[in-house]
């Protein structure tokens, strides 16, 4: 248990530059007491003490603002930052070197017990705002962009932006934060500036088409004007073919 609470304390550092000090770390670090009291929470829990883990949650979530149920399953290295807001159901189970960002939701989609809150696996992080919603699997190392709204499984390693959450990227799932960084870079709030954005590409998509379409329309437009062209000059040659003058009913 030791080793596990020194872990949390380092993986702050790796992942907030505003860190300066341990003893900042212990003293300012909202996201952290919020895992502490939980990992307390989570172990009264599983002996039966509901009531007091509850009680305790309680009181945690007033003091930082993070509400954890002492349900819910949280493996090592796991990272919040900011934190408040964020809101972790009871049947949700985070794996090893995940992180968080405040506003976060691991929501439940149905009042039935059972499993009904999110799975998260090694590696994954969540950006500010994301919603993630059900019983389902977010893969190895996958993304949630901020504010994103997610009710179905996600792939290892895949970025996920909008709403819904749609697939922008997919990469090889990290395994832990011992890899290299610059293998597996870690993506403040789960995205970056230069990934694209699906709703944009697909206007732009559609742009080109009403382009294209355009382009077709005006080609079609010239090549009636000079077909229409053509057969007036004809006309004019052979007075002939042209069709008769229309008569006078009274005539």
């Not at 949390?8 to 900042?24: G, K, M, Y």
């Not at 007491?33 to 009264?44: C, E, F, G, P, V």
């Not at 945690?60 to 796991?78: D, L």
């Not at 919603?131 to 190392?141: A, D, E, H, S, T």
Request: net charge neutral.
């Amino acid at each position: 248990m030791l080793r596990i609470l020194q872990e949390d304390i380092q993986v702050v550092f790796e992942r907030d530059p505003a860190a300066r000090s341990r003893w900042q770390v212990l003293t300012t670090s909202p996201g952290l007491h919020a895992i502490w009291l939980h990992r307390l929470n989570h172990a009264l829990w599983r002996r039966g003490c509901h009531w007091t883990a509850r009680f305790l949650a309680h009181l945690g979530r007033f003091f930082t603002g993070i509400e954890i149920h002492p349900g819910a399953s949280i493996g090592k290295r796991f990272f919040i930052d900011h934190g408040h807001g964020i809101v972790i159901g009871e049947t949700s189970e985070i794996g090893a070197d995940c992180s968080i960002y405040h506003g976060v939701t691991l929501g439940g989609t149905t009042w039935q017990p059972g499993k009904r809150h999110p799975t998260l696996e090694d590696g994954v992080v969540l950006g500010a705002g994301a919603k993630i919603l059900g019983p389902i699997v977010l893969g190895k190392g996958a993304r949630i962009g901020s504010n994103s709204v997610v009710t179905h499984p996600v792939p290892p390693g895949a970025t996920i932006v909008g709403v819904p959450g749609q697939i922008v990227k997919t990469r090889a799932g990290r395994a832990s934060s011992a890899e290299p960084a610059r293998e597996h870079p870690f993506d403040a709030y789960a995205s970056s500036a230069d990934e694209a954005n699906p709703v944009q590409e697909e206007i732009q998509q559609l742009l080109g088409r009403i382009g294209a379409l355009s382009e077709e329309l005006h080609t079609l437009r010239d090549r009636l004007n000079h077909d229409a062209g053509q057969q007036d000059r004809k006309d004019r040659k052979d007075p002939s073919q042209a069709p008769p003058p229309e008569q006078d009913p009274e005539d």
